[in-house]
DNA sequence: CGTTTTCGTCAACACCTGTACACACAATTT
DNA sequence: AAATTGTGTGTACAGGTGTTGACGAAAACG
């Protein structure tokens, strides 16, 4: 057991040190600084790996970034896509849709903080990459709110500027959530409180609204 | 001419020297990356000026910033303590409010685009200065209402709620607005009537809400 | 089994970072 | 006129940065 060849070559990992370096870079995202301002070699001493082997995985750094992107939309995707085949809106189920989505936000908050930062203070091919996204779920907001008899009389545009305010708001509200603590549950619920209230208000000024019919 | 003592010791530039330190910072954020991923180094060469005279001005980069915060806040509620002492708020005057917002936007975009990159990405004490700037900003919106005979029946919580949409959304907007190219007058123009369309929507839904009585 | 591919390691590089220090000139105060 | 304070400069250092290259062990493949 005293001689080992040179005992220092010895990790394989198999394919798991590409998830150690994401798991270390929304680890350090969520406590200490926006993913544009890590550095590679702190990544990957934080996954317990020497600084050149991040080249094995990732061209550079923000090849992580957009791959973290990836993978923070594909799972928040798959949740809205589940809500979205349900009823559809009324104002009954605002307050059910709003708990089911600011839980997810707590259960991934290392995501939306990454998300969160980035949205701002990226590079520009990442501010686009998630101001897409966000776009996205506006239109699909927009195209469920198209269907509801309530909105007939609304033109494509006002459509498109109601979802975008819902959306503003919600991110809005997202953000302060996430400046709260983890285990912050009285903030947590006042955010949820107000939330209800201020897209019911929405509602409301939804329901009052008249389009111009030929613009 | 030829001689001249040592020849390289020779700036006064009085008190010229911070303001170029601040300028070249706000220009840096412009151009390149977020207030935070700044250097020392590259904020005194930009300002034309050896690294070590930054101490003479600031303790280090974060005063800086605090100092940039400050500044840029204190023009931005000298205005819309102008806008506040006009009329009670209506529906009229609304297009006239925005106009005069986003065209003040416009003429200091460095300042913003400093802010809004550092809401979500700056230190804490960076993030938490600014979100009190904003919850203040809200505090004065609510006030106003109150005054408003419309709003009567509204009690003090939902009254800061209101405020709360009606600002998310202008933060929101403001930074649509800041992603746009500084020529872009049609995106401008587009942002600024859906603008107008979002916050007429929640001046419907205002009028339409019921508070509880009691609570 | 042997061969090839994958993947982590080490050494080294050129560069950038914040900051301490001593110095020199300018402006201001005495 | 002399002394003091303010402000910009050059040098220097220790440490962090991204990236190249050659090396070797483990895993996958034949």
Redesign the interface.
């Known amino acids: 057991m005293s001689k080992e060849s040179t005992s220092r070559t010895r990790k394989p990992k198999r394919g798991q040190t590409r998830e150690a370096l994401m798991a270390a870079a929304l680890d350090l995202v969520v406590k200490k600084?926006?993913f544009?301002?890590l550095s590679l070699r702190e990544v990957t001493k934080k996954a317990g790996v020497v600084p050149t082997a991040f080249y094995r995985h990732f061209p550079d750094m923000s090849a992580l970034g957009l791959t973290l992107l990836d993978e923070s939309f594909r799972t928040l995707r798959h949740m809205m896509r589940q809500v979205r085949q349900e009823e559809l809106p009324n104002e009954r189920m605002l307050r059910g849709s709003l708990e089911v989505y600011f839980n997810y936000v707590r259960n991934n908050r290392a995501h939306f903080l990454f998300v969160?930062?980035?949205?701002?203070?990226g590079t520009p091919t990442m501010?686009n990459a998630i101001?897409r996204e966000i776009r996205m779920f506006t239109n699909e907001l927009a195209m469920d709110m198209a269907r509801f008899p309530f909105l007939n009389h609304v033109n494509a545009e006002?459509l498109q500027?109601?979802a975008?305010?819902v959306v503003?708001?919600v991110?809005?509200?997202t953000?302060e959530m996430l400046?709260l603590e983890e285990d912050d549950e009285f903030g947590q619920n006042q955010v949820l409180g107000?939330a209800e209230?201020?897209l019911r208000?929405?509602?409301?000024?939804?329901?009052?609204?008249k389009s111009k019919p030929d613009q």
């Not at 969160?116 to 203070?121: F, I």
């Not at 208000?201 to 609204?209: A, K, T």
């Open positions: 600084a926006p544009s301002a969160s930062k980035e949205l701002a203070g501010r101001r006002d500027m109601m975008g305010l503003n708001n991110t809005a509200l953000q400046e107000t209230k201020q208000l929405i509602y409301f000024g939804v329901g009052m609204w």
